[in-house]
Nanobody, 115 residues
Framework: QVQLVESGGGLVQAGDSLRVSCEAA????????MAWYRQAPGKQRELVAD???????YYTASVRGRFTISRDNAKNTLYLQMNSLKPEDTAVYYC?????????WGQGTQVTVSS
């Protein structure tokens, strides 16, 4: 059974940093492309960043230069380091992967950035 469990969200002020984590189980973590998505109130879920098995990364334009995605294959854990946070980064952040042709999502972790 595939499980993705996020942690590390919280309430911070604009300009602060925060790191969210996603612990995975039930997949061969090291070969999976892993991704972070976010969904703000009233908006569609959007891709924030992803990282493939070779460590190649992608970032959406609005977070490039501020966020860093990384993975620790020994711990089956995905990270998203978020620096210089802005109020517009406020959202529920979700961990995502595809395995066996199926999409899997974590339960999400709330990140709130106050101005």
């Amino acid at each position: 059974q595939v499980q993705l469990v996020e942690s590390g969200g919280g309430l911070v002020q604009a300009g602060d940093s925060l790191r969210v984590s996603c612990e995975a189980a039930g997949i061969i973590f090291s070969i999976n492309t892993m991704a972070w998505y976010r969904q703000a109130p009233g908006k569609q879920r959007e891709l924030v960043a992803d990282i493939n098995s070779g460590g190649h990364t992608y970032y959406t334009a609005s977070v490039r230069g501020r966020f860093t995605i990384s993975r620790d294959n020994a711990k089956n854990t995905l990270y998203l380091q978020m620096n210089s946070l802005k109020p517009e980064d406020t959202a529920v952040y979700y961990c995502h992967t595809d395995a066996g042709g199926y999409p899997y999502w974590g339960q999400g972790t709330q990140v709130t950035v106050s101005s």
